[in-house]
């Protein structure tokens, strides 16, 4: 009687499986007016590009590198959603739709979440050890961000 219960047990755990892969979101980038995007709208030093290319593009671009297990459900649902939130927050490919204080306030925050440890998300630097920020990194990016951020508010002020 158990084993029959077992095999009917381990069918329905199966077929749930399969069940949730055909729901869901799909990892997809949309797609994005290249003008618009952070390279097209700023100076970017190209040690500042390649940190934010490999610590932040995953989530904050419509870049994302989606790996295999991005793929397959339940995994998928958490990474889509979590990449969903990060663009909803800054998408570097839409930088030139938000207004210059926006983006000022984009940057300071940026370089607030970078000194503080709290982006890369800890969940995310778990499978992606490359994306940890050096604490050069993180000076080259407030740098950064600082005078970008004053750049934005002075030629948008009168």
């Known amino acids: 009687m158990t084993r029959g219960v077992l095999k009917v047990g381990l069918g329905v755990l199966v077929l749930a499986l399969v069940a949730m892969q055909l729901v869901g979101p799909r990892p997809a980038n949309p797609e994005s007016n290249p003008a618009m995007r952070l390279e097209a709208q700023a100076t970017?030093?190209?040690?500042?590009?390649?940190?934010?290319?490999?610590?932040?593009?995953?989530?904050?671009?419509n870049e994302t590198k989606w790996p295999w297990y991005s793929y397959?459900?339940?995994?998928?649902?958490?990474?889509?959603?979590?990449v969903q939130e990060g663009r909803g927050h800054l998408n570097f490919s839409r930088w030139g739709e938000y207004n210059p204080f926006d983006r000022a306030d984009m940057l300071d925050e940026a370089c607030k979440e970078a000194k503080k440890g709290g982006m890369p998300l800890e969940?995310?630097?778990?499978l992606h050890s490359e994306a940890q920020l050096s604490p050069q990194d993180v000076e080259a990016l407030c740098e950064?961000?600082?005078?970008?951020?004053?750049?934005?508010?002075?030629?948008?002020?009168p």
């Open 123 to 126: 969940p995310y630097l778990m």
């Open 72 to 82: 397959v459900a339940p995994p998928r649902w958490l990474v889509a959603h979590d």
């Open 44 to 61: 970017v030093p190209a040690d500042v590009s390649s940190t934010l290319k490999r610590a932040c593009y995953d989530c904050h671009s």
């Open 144 to 157: 950064w961000t600082r005078v970008e951020a004053a750049r934005l508010t002075s030629a948008a002020t």
